[in-house]
């Protein structure tokens, strides 16, 4: 890989990269600049929210984003990884299980008693981090 990986919390000049790389990410939806910013500054700003930057040397190449929130169901609180994503050239070099424990790190100081997540395309992924098949996914789009 050449240097070294780091992850870190994500901050206002992440706000392209990011955009870039959830625009190709994204299947559901086309990722629109303007609600993107506004979502990114929002993310940002929440303390239920989280934000991982992959970096090899100072280059963005990947992101997580994460919630938490209370639960009754849980007895306190839970966490959801919704999105996650790493450039092409990286992926199966163990970048996203960096940026996964880094979220299972923030989630455990927040005392998340599970983490919740929805995938199409990467189940083997989260199987070999030991997460295991949960609940059917359903959405409803608005």
Partial sequence: MG??????????????????????????FEVEKPAFGNSFMEILNNSASICLIAENGNTPIGYLLGFDHPAFYAN???????????????????IGGMLTNEFEKWCTERKSKLIGLATRRASDFYKSLDYEESATFFRKLL
Avoid: L, P
Wanted: net charge negative; charged share 35%.
């Fill in 3 to 28: 240097n070294e990986i780091t992850i870190r919390e994500a901050t206002q000049t992440d706000c392209d990269n990011v955009f870039r790389m959830s625009k190709s990410m994204a299947t559901s």
């Fill in 76 to 94: 306190g609180r839970v966490s959801w990884m919704e999105e996650i994503y790493v450039s092409d050239d990286f992926r199966r070099k163990g």
